[in-house]
Each structure stands twice: as structure tokens, then as C-alpha cells.
């Protein structure tokens, strides 16, 4: 049995730790009970320990305490999602009571345990029962009662994560939600996870292999440095759409367009084709499109001098990146908006936004990545803007690690809410002022949100398939349909729908603008009260996101 550990010890710990988390945040995913795709418990924690354990490996420390203090600080700043900011902030209290130590023993684990509670409690507003802070606070306890027996470090973390276990199992009975759909709190287990990596360190298990560390894993972004300008064989990337104007068959097109070209997609209805191919002869394709009818919409990029400039972008970013922009304050408000889109991008940067966070549903940003915005941002006063509830934790980290400059976060769950917050910005107005109306502004609108279904489940009394189109209002279970249109007419004709004076309409990536003009006419139709706006949102995950006011 191992009485105590040094720094070097912690250190490999986390490595661990961050390793099996890694390894099973799929299994830990697949017990989100609702079935929108999400960013995901199991994904955000261990981003959130894997800046830990990059921190560890390029770190070395003396003592135990500042290893744990290292561990915290990159934690805190990778947190992504709630899961990932409780998880930072049990390791933030965690590393308070033992900031003072060169070695941890079993009673120095336990009492460092009950610390991180105790940080993790504080920090929520309201706390539930039946989450990762019951597992957590039920395994400290059980550490400090075996701490008074046995101050052995390796049996004290075995008896928390014993009877964390049994606090995980008991979790289904604490939350109705859990109960219903049969499945533990993902949070939890996450945590637990993390522990038994630890454990599994200080025992000499092996480690779980990372993905991102096998030499065939493919890489995070595409390297354009591996290969010449010279070597593209088909120059210009050619994307149209064409109206169907003559009766030619578009398999006749496509077996045209395969000998112009590669990368050849094609797809039809009754009314338009749209293509995309690369080809060194954009013209001679065009001159055959038109062959099939009116040219709709064009585009032609080279993409020889796109790679070009991105190598020569690539030779002059570490220049770039050398340091962390830190702009001065040059006015009062600055503001910071999270989204995914290219349209709803376009949408902050109209209405004033300084800064831009890329991320929602899909992924999460981190606390580091709110931050390097706000830091970027000339003004004395940063409001962000969430525009998600699984990143508002993140977002309020924020406020005490930005030290010159002041940082309000508004609780804005949804992208409209954080448009009407911004379209109520007062530059000339006070704080107070200033924050009072936009509060007010986003607290008016209501959102509702169209996707599909990840996962099969049995949700609010929702038999739900995987694939099927889902309404959400307000985050909550609207309707289920096989028709989408079907499942838009009943949102359309929803109260707070049928009772708004304002409606926009942002559609997202995988929509057309023909398809977005029609449930513009279902919303016409069933709202006749109300004014319409029609807005690509370019948002990946949800086909549109709807506001109402």
C-alpha cells in the first residue's frame, strides 16, 4: 500500500487520469439522458483534465501542493461546460488545502476531498442532489472516516471512490429524470472515473492508450505544409446551383462533370440542381450547366492560391502567437458573444460585438477561451455573452481571472436571447443602465430550436427515435415528428408563437435557402399577427433556431 506521494507522483496521477477519462468520455456521453447532441459531459471533462495533464507533463514541481496548484490554475482555465467547471472547482479547493504541502498522505487526500466540496458547493447557486457534487461530497466523507483509521494514501482513495460508486448507483433514484430513462448521473461518473485513473497510477497499472498520442491518430486540423501548391491537380473549386429549365437528365451532367473534375457532388430535385466540383475548367463547366437551366448561384475560388496563402499564414503565426493579446480599454463597453455560424457571426458583428467565441451546442469553449477574447477586447467593461447554459459556469470564471479589466457575464441560454441583449446596448448609459436593459431585453424573448435526434429515449412522454426532427421550447421537449414541416406547422402555431409580435427565423448549415423560404411561409400563414424575418444563422446541429417576441 502507498502512504504517501511527492509532486512527481500527483503528476502522473492526472496524466492518468486524464488518460482514462479519455478513454471512456463515449460511455459517459451515452448517459445524457436528453437526445439533442450536445458537447457532452464525457467529452467536456476530459478536455477539461486533459489541460491538467498537459500542464503536468511540460511542468515540474518540488512539492505536492504547488503540483496541485499548477493542476487547478489549467483546469480552471480549460473548464468547458458545467461538468468540466465542477470538476475544475473540486480540484480548486482541493489544491487550497494542501497549497503548503511537499507530501500528501491519506489524511492530507481526505481532507483536501472534503475542501474541493466545499469550493464546488459554493459555486452553484443550487446545488441538486443526485449529480456529481453528491458523488463527490458522499466519497470525501467516506475518505475522511477512513482517514481516522488509516492514513495510508492508497486506501483512503480506494474507500472514496468504494463508496462514490454507491452514491453513483443511488443517483438514479434521487432524480426522477435519471429514474426514468434508467441511467446514472454522467457527472458522477466522470468524476469516479478520474479517481480510479489516479488510483490505477499509484498501483502501477498500465495507462490507457491516447488516441491523440498514436502515431497513426489522425490530426486535429488538416497539415497543408504536407504537400506543394504544385501537386493540386484540379485548381478551381466550382459550386453552383442551376434551375431546372429543360428536361436533360442530371445523371447526364454528372457523368460530364466526372470527366472535368474530382470531389463531384450533385444533388437534385424537381426544380434546381446544385453542384460541386473541382476542375481546372470552371467555364466549361458553367457552359454546360446552362445547358440544363438559369444559373441560380455561382462560386469559384483557386484554390492553388488559397493553399499559397495559407502556408504563407502558417510561416507567420508564430510570430503572431508569440503573446496573448492584451488590448487597452479605448471606450467604455465591449462586448463578447459564443456562437457557431458564419450568418449569426455576421449578426453580433452588425449589432457591435468585439469579440467572438466559436462554439455552443456542439462544443463548449473553455474558460480560456472566453478569456483570450475578453482580454482582447479595448473597453473597461466586457459583457459576454453566453448564448448557452452549459457555458455560463465557463463564462463567470471569467471575472476574477481577468485582472484589468471589469467583466460582466449576462445568463443568456440561447443566441436570440443574446441578440436582443445586444440590440438593447447602451453605449452612453451607466453600468447599471446598460446591464438593466439588456437583461431585460433577452429576458423577453423566447427561443425555440429545431434539430434531430441522437439517440433513441423515452423523454417527457416522448417515445423518441434516433433521427427524428425535434421542437424544443425553451429547452424543453415541444414535439417529435418524421415530418419536419408536419413538426414546424404545430410550432408555428404554438402560444408563444401565436401571441409574439416579432419572429426571426435563423436557419442553420444543412438548410437551403429554398427549404428556409418555405417554413418562413408556415410561420407567415399560422402568424399572421406578427412580423417575419428570415436570417441564415449558418448554425451547425440545429436546422433553425426561432425567436419570439
Do not use: W
Not at 223 to 233: C, D, H, L
Not at 497 to 514: K, L, N, R
Amino acid at each position: 500500500m502507498v502512504q504517501n506521494i511527492d509532486a512527481a507522483a500527483f503528476q502522473r496521477m492526472v496524466i492518468h487520469a486524464a488518460a482514462a477519462i479519455n478513454a471512456q468520455k463515449q460511455a459517459i456521453n451515452d448517459l445524457n439522458v436528453f437526445p439533442v447532441p450536445d458537447g457532452d459531459t464525457g467529452t467536456n471533462m476530459s478536455l477539461t483534465i486533459g489541460a491538467a495533464a498537459a500542464e503536468m507533463k511540460k511542468n515540474r514541481y518540488d512539492a505536492v501542493g504547488q503540483a496541485a496548484q499548477g493542476a487547478a490554475s489549467a483546469l480552471l482555465r480549460g473548464a468547458r461546460g458545467n461538468s468540466g467547471v465542477i470538476l475544475s472547482l473540486l480540484f480548486r479547493g482541493f489544491a487550497k488545502a494542501i497549497k503548503e504541502k511537499e507530501i500528501m498522505d491519506g489524511r492530507d487526500l481526505a481532507i483536501a476531498l472534503d475542501f474541493g466540496v466545499a469550493a464546488a458547493y459554493k459555486a452553484v447557486m443550487k446545488p441538486a442532489e443526485g449529480t456529481i457534487l453528491t458523488v463527490s461530497r458522499l466519497a470525501a466523507a467516506r475518505a475522511a472516516g477512513c482517514a481516522r483509521e488509516d492514513d495510508n494514501l492508497e486506501s483512503v482513495l480506494q474507500a472514496a471512490i468504494e463508496e462514490g460508486h454507491v452514491a453513483l448507483a443511488d443517483t438514479i433514484n434521487q432524480n426522477p429524470v435519471l429514474k426514468k430513462a434508467g441511467v446514472v448521473d454522467a457527472g458522477g461518473k466522470g468524476f469516479l472515473v478520474i479517481l480510479q485513473g489516479m488510483l490505477d497510477e499509484l498501483r502501477g497499472l498500465p495507462m490507457p492508450e491516447e488516441v491523440a498520442e498514436e502515431e497513426d491518430a489522425p490530426a486535429d486540423k488538416a497539415e497543408f505544409g504536407a504537400f506543394s501548391t504544385e501537386e493540386i491537380k484540379f485548381g478551381y473549386c466550382t459550386e453552383f446551383i442551376c434551375s431546372r429549365d429543360t428536361k436533360k437528365d442530371p445523371e447526364l451532367l454528372r457523368g460530364f462533370l466526372n470527366n472535368l473534375g474530382d470531389s463531384l457532388v450533385l444533388v437534385d430535385d424537381d426544380d434546381i440542381i446544385k453542384v460541386h466540383v473541382h476542375t481546372n475548367d470552371p467555364g466549361l463547366v458553367l457552359q454546360e450547366a446552362l445547358t440544363y437551366g438559369a444559373l441560380l448561384k455561382v462560386k469559384i475560388e483557386n484554390m492553388r492560391e488559397q493553399h499559397t496563402e495559407i502556408l504563407e499564414e502558417a510561416a507567420q503565426a508564430p510570430a503572431q502567437e508569440s503573446a496573448p493579446v492584451k488590448a487597452a480599454p479605448e471606450k467604455k463597453f465591449g462586448y463578447v458573444a459564443v456562437c457557431a455560424g458564419e450568418g449569426l457571426e455576421a449578426v453580433f458583428r452588425d449589432l457591435g460585438v468585439d469579440g467572438l467565441v466559436g462554439g455552443g451546442q456542439t462544443m463548449n469553449p473553455s474558460t480560456e477561451d472566453i478569456l483570450k477574447e475578453i482580454d482582447a477586447t479595448p473597453a473597461e467593461i466586457v459583457y459576454v455573452l453566453p448564448n448557452n447554459k452549459n457555458i455560463i459556469m465557463a463564462a463567470q470564471q471569467c471575472v476574477r481571472l481577468c485582472e484589468d479589466k471589469k467583466v460582466v457575464v449576462l445568463a443568456t441560454k440561447t443566441v436570440p436571447q443574446g441578440i436582443a441583449a445586444m440590440l438593447a446596448a447602451d453605449p452612453d448609459a451607466t453600468e447599471e443602465e446598460n446591464t438593466s436593459a439588456m437583461t431585460e431585453a433577452f429576458g423577453r424573448v423566447r427561443t425555440s430550436e429545431v434539430t434531430y435526434a441522437a439517440r433513441d429515449s423515452d423523454f417527457g412522454g416522448f417515445a423518441i427515435k434516433q433521427g427524428d426532427y425535434l421542437a424544443l421550447e425553451e429547452h424543453q421537449l415541444f414535439g417529435t415528428d418524421q415530418d419536419l414541416e408536419a413538426l414546424l406547422d404545430r410550432l408555428a402555431h404554438s402560444s408563444s408563437h401565436q401571441e409574439a409580435e416579432f419572429i426571426s427565423i435563423f436557419y442553420g448549415a444543412d438548410v437551403t435557402e429554398e427549404q428556409a423560404q418555405r417554413v418562413q411561409d408556415i410561420f407567415t400563414a399560422a402568424c399572421p399577427q406578427a412580423e417575419i424575418n428570415l436570417l441564415p444563422g449558418g448554425q451547425p446541429v440545429y436546422y433553425y433556431m426561432i425567436s419570439a417576441e
